[in-house]
């Protein structure tokens, strides 16, 4: 089976650049998780679907962040208008809702983002 | 709240010697627990998890068993080789919940030299 898939694997753009990144998570899961990662803060979780369905937004640092899912196969996390804090790698992962907390989250590779 | 604590890294050691990160947690109900490892450049990846109090979990020769009254995952390896050196992650999920949402550890840095 195909893993977690993210894209773009890098991007660099200008701080005021809206920065789109998008994630399908493995067929069949139900949860859905964008985490991001710095090296100040560690890995931080900004939002998770059940469903397609946002539960939980209250790690989004602010307004100019947003995350959408439309269907179980496709989400995305949009940064508008982009500034150099919000560099760092953001990943997505997904797990199984069956057994919630018996089941790993699969992680995909990562979008390292760098703004300029 | 629901938090896990791991020893500070970097962890440097030799080839062959024997490795372990301790991971301690904090839990209101009977979480599972896992340890994910990441290398660089990769996302993170399940390395072993135990689902209830003194189970071991294994895989790659890493091990950890789930001490319910200590409140403590830790991670050993007898034997490490140079590509183990990664960052390994402590994590809990409370099983009462019905998100599984996760709580991770800072993370340990090993560095395995030759």
């Not at chain 1, 979780?45 to 469903?51: E, M």
Request: glycine share 10%.
């Amino acid at each position: 089976d195909a893993g977690v898939i993210q894209s773009p694997r890098h991007e660099v753009t200008e701080m005021g650049q809206e920065v789109t990144l998008r994630c399908k998570p493995i067929s069949g899961h139900d949860y859905l998780f964008w985490y991001r990662q710095t090296m100040m803060r560690g890995l931080e979780l900004l939002i998770y679907f059940n469903n397609n369905v946002p539960i939980d937004d209250s790690g989004m640092p602010e307004d100019r962040f947003s995350a959408k899912m439309p269907n179980a196969s496709f989400s995305t996390l949009k940064i508008q208008p982009s500034e150099p804090r919000d560099s760092a790698v953001y990943f997505c992962a997904s797990s199984l809702g069956q057994g919630a907390g018996n089941q790993p989250q699969h992680f995909g590779d990562g979008t390292r983002l760098s703004i300029l | 709240g629901n938090s896990v604590t791991q020893m500070e890294g970097p962890v440097t050691l030799s080839e062959e010697a024997f490795l372990t990160i301790n991971c301690t947690y904090t839990a209101t109900g009977y979480p599972s627990l896992f340890w994910y490892v990441q290398y660089p450049g990769e996302g993170l990846q399940l390395l072993l998890k135990a689902t209830k109090a003194d189970d071991k979990g294994s895989n790659k020769g890493f091990e950890a068993t789930y001490r319910k009254e200590t409140t403590s995952f830790h991670l050993e390896k007898g034997s490490v080789q140079v590509s183990d050196s990664a960052v390994y992650f402590c994590a809990l999920s409370e099983r009462a919940d019905s998100w599984g949402k996760f709580q991770f550890g800072a993370g340990t840095q090993v560095v395995v030299t030759p």
